[in-house]
Nanobody
Framework: QVHVVESGGGLVQAGGSLRLSCEAS????????VGWYRQAPGKQRELVAT???????SIADSVKGRFAISRDNAQDTASLEINNLKPEDTAVYYC???????????????WGQGTRVTVSS
């Protein structure tokens, strides 16, 4: 059973910072790639950052320079640091965890329920 839980969202003024956390609890699985997505009201979900098991990161051009992704392999957690928040960053942020079953090597992906970020101008 794999559970993905996000935390750290909230109401922030423009220019502020937030650190979102994603915890993937998965006994018998190894955490592979973690992706952070966001979905603003009335818009499609978009990918903002990924980090693979080796720590290689990818940041969407639209947020490059303000967003950073990191992970703690010992804790099976990943974080998304958001700086210089803008009202257009208002969205529900979702964590997507790709895990590998350590017995079968099957890889599956799992979503958290999201954490809401609201940026006031």
């Amino acid at each position: 059973q794999v559970h993905v839980v996000e935390s750290g969202g909230g109401l922030v003024q423009a220019g502020g910072s937030l650190r979102l956390s994603c915890e993937a609890s998965a006994g018998g699985f190894s955490l592979e790639t973690v992706g952070w997505y966001r979905q603003a009201p009335g818009k499609q979900r978009e990918l903002v950052a990924t980090i693979d098991s080796a720590g290689k990161t990818s940041i969407a051009d639209s947020v490059k320079g303000r967003f950073a992704i990191s992970r703690d392999n010992a804790q099976d957690t990943a974080s998304l640091e958001i700086n210089n928040l803008k009202p257009e960053d208002t969205a529900v942020y979702y964590c997507n965890a790709v895990v590998r079953n350590m017995f079968s090597s099957e890889m599956t992906e799992h979503w958290g329920q999201g954490t809401r970020v609201t940026v006031s101008s």
